[in-house]
């Protein structure tokens, strides 16, 4: 089969690599350059989602805590496991025992995928693992492990994977259209036939489908997480809990310096995802409700923002209702992907494969 990959971003060079190794004739198309956009702005973990066990996400966290291994078997170079730890205040979010069950059982959650044990520390094992907080009102703290990455490094080794596998990238190629029978039409207007098209535009999908007078029972609620990168060095990587809204937000060292983030806000235009100057002011007085030396905006080196695609079926305004997993819609030659992350970027592929499968055999 000839397929159109549209969007290489992970989830549309993952699926690409999937369908190449079993022979297909792969042709991935991105309007920019590939990871340039949402999977470049990510909080760069592998991660489960601890935060997704208080809404129940079980299974969801399951799968992603699985598939931690494979990245860190794919890209070994790339991947480092990490622990994190979240410290406890009093009158300060959480109860020790609440996080102390979570980070247990977010470890158990992996079963044979597990990276070690997750464990509660009191307050003077805490001060040892992070000089950096304050004392005062602080209880201790629980830690757990989890994976980073460099997204560059792992980014450039699925496109060397992409192409190994005699498929092909056209970046900088916007798409203005698709049909339900398998026309690509560009901005040229120029167009061209394929068996099958995966539409992996994440954040644009809902905007393709629309120029393309395409139905969807499906459609996106655009979440943009912004993060900072601060001159700021730290010991270990740090949760913090954010007591109003029953968030939390990393801070991991990256060498001397650290990440800081993420925020939620919802984004209208995927072409307009930038870092405000609220949310700056957010995630540093969230950092300096906890940290002894202040941070100040003269230590924000960089920032920079990115999407999460949120699903919700159409005419639902419950945002709680909405899916953190992706969804797989086929629609005559053309196969949507709504949602997705990099973590489970490598099973959502499994799964559109299988989906191609019954198209196969249908």
């Not at 089969?1 to 999937?18: E, P, T, W």
């Not at 079993?22 to 350059?33: E, L, P, S, T």
């Not at 490598?346 to 019954?358: D, H, I, Q, Y």
Request: with cysteine; hydrophobic share 40%; charged share 25%.
């Amino acid at each position: 089969m000839n397929i159109a990959v549209i969007g290489a971003g992970v989830n549309g060079v993952c699926v690409a690599i999937k369908l190449a190794k079993a022979g297909q004739n792969i042709i991935v198309f991105d309007k920019g350059k590939a990871f340039f956009e949402t999977s470049s702005k990510s909080s760069g973990m592998f991660h489960g989602g601890i935060r997704y066990l208080e809404q129940g996400h079980f299974k969801l966290v399951r799968e992603a805590l699985v598939e931690r291994k494979e990245w860190l078997a794919f890209a070994p170079e790339a991947t480092q496991v990490k622990r994190f730890f979240i410290p406890i205040f009093k009158n300060q979010g959480r109860s020790r025992l609440v996080l102390y069950l979570g980070v247990k059982f977010y470890q158990w959650l992996a079963g044979a995928m597990s990276l070690g044990n997750s464990s509660y520390l009191d307050k003077g094992k805490t001060l040892k693992k992070l000089p950096e907080l304050k004392c005062e009102d602080l209880l201790g703290s629980v830690s757990y492990l989890d994976v980073v990455f460099d997204h560059k490094k792992v980014s450039r080794l699925l496109i060397d994977e992409l192409l190994s596998k005699n498929a092909s990238l056209h970046e900088n190629l916007p798409i203005k259209k698709i049909t339900k029978a398998g026309v690509v039409t560009f901005e040229d207007d120029t167009e061209k036939k394929f068996d099958a098209i995966v539409n992996a535009a994440g954040p644009w999908i809902d905007e393709l489908l629309k120029q393309s007078s395409i139905e969807s029972k499906y459609e996106l609620d655009l979440v943009r997480g912004s993060h900072l990168i601060i001159d700021y060095r730290i010991s270990n990587a740090i949760v913090f809990q954010v007591k109003e809204e029953k968030r939390i937000i990393f801070m991991i060292p990256i060498g001397d310096k650290s990440l800081l983030g993420t925020t939620e806000v919802l984004q209208e235009n995927p072409d307009e995802a930038i870092c405000a100057e609220a949310e700056v002011d957010y995630l540093l007085s969230t950092a300096n409700r906890f940290l002894k030396r202040s941070v100040s905006r003269e230590l924000v080196i960089e920032s920079f923002a990115g999407l999460r695609p949120i699903i919700k079926r159409k005419g639902s305004n419950d945002f709680s209702k909405a899916s953190r997993d992706a969804q797989i819609e086929i629609t005559g030659k053309v196969v949507n992907i709504f949602g997705g992350k990099w973590t489970s970027a490598m099973s959502l592929a499994e799964k559109v494969f299988g989906k191609f499968n019954l198209m196969v055999k249908g």
